[in-house]
């Protein structure tokens, strides 16, 4: 079964623009981590926020923890054209497992 | 370069071909992961092994065997498989069970399959 699923599905913003992505998972869990892919390739790992924690930032990236209504968000600030990519998220519970994803768009 | 290396990263074939796919990974890692990614449809986790051993299988149909000779390595053998099975194939590895709580997967490149 999945456990993380991203929402919305696309979504599509201007060079300069805050773009804001969900997670929603099911059960209980350690951490989750939040996932980049570029148009064909393998995924790359952004950032880990653990169960215990509520915000973390990392450059232009924030990402937001809230177990009690088993969500997170990741926020990009101030986007670019290069950061058009799909964006995932997945829980540390069964083994890894990821959503469709968000696909982002970023308009120059 | 991620440190995991997938092989080859195209791959047209027939349905009555038997072929293989090759993941190898030089990050100390001892767990291995295959995944599939079809269009517009969520990663799908296939296999996993942890210290050579398999952990999971996703009531993956017999036509993909997949093969740990030890934890740097990870095949997938192909055989009869269907247009259906044309997608991206993904391996990833991860430190699981080595430092807990951080199990991050790192991501090969993919390969294309195409399947005729």
């Known amino acids: 079964s999945q456990q993380g699923e991203e929402d919305p599905q696309a979504l599509s913003i201007q060079e300069g623009e805050n773009a804001t992505m969900n997670c929603s998972y099911k059960?209980?869990?350690?951490?989750l981590q939040w996932y980049r892919q570029n148009s064909g390739r393998g995924l790359v790992h952004l950032i880990l926020?653990?169960?215990?924690?509520r915000e973390k930032h990392s450059g232009r990236l924030r990402v937001t923890l809230d177990t009690s209504k088993k969500s997170s968000s990741l926020l990009i600030t101030a986007s670019r054209a290069a950061d058009t990519a799909s964006y995932f998220c997945?829980?540390?519970?069964?083994?890894?497992?990821f959503g469709a994803g968000t696909r982002l768009t970023v308009k120059p | 370069e991620t440190g995991v290396t997938q092989t080859p990263r195209h791959l047209v074939m027939g349905m009555t071909n038997k072929k293989s796919l090759k993941c190898e990974q030089h990050?100390?890692?001892?767990?291995m992961y295959w995944y599939k990614q079809s269009a517009k449809k969520p990663l799908e986790l296939m296999f996993v092994?942890?210290?050579?051993?398999?952990?999971e299988n996703n009531s993956v149909p017999s036509r993909f065997s997949p093969e740990c000779p030890n934890s740097s390595h990870l095949f997938l053998h192909l055989h009869t498989l269907q247009p259906e099975d044309s997608a991206l194939y993904l391996c990833?590895?991860?430190?699981?069970?080595?430092?807990?709580?951080?199990?991050?997967?790192?991501f090969g490149a993919g390969s294309r399959l195409t399947v005729l």
């Open positions: 997945a829980t540390d519970v069964n083994d890894m497992r």
């Open positions: 926020i653990r169960s215990n924690e």
């Open positions: 990050l100390g890692h001892n767990a």
């Open positions: 059960t209980s869990i350690n951490n």
């Open positions: 092994y942890n210290f050579k051993e398999q952990t």
């Open positions: 990833a590895s991860s430190p699981r069970g080595l430092d807990s709580g951080a199990n991050v997967l790192t």
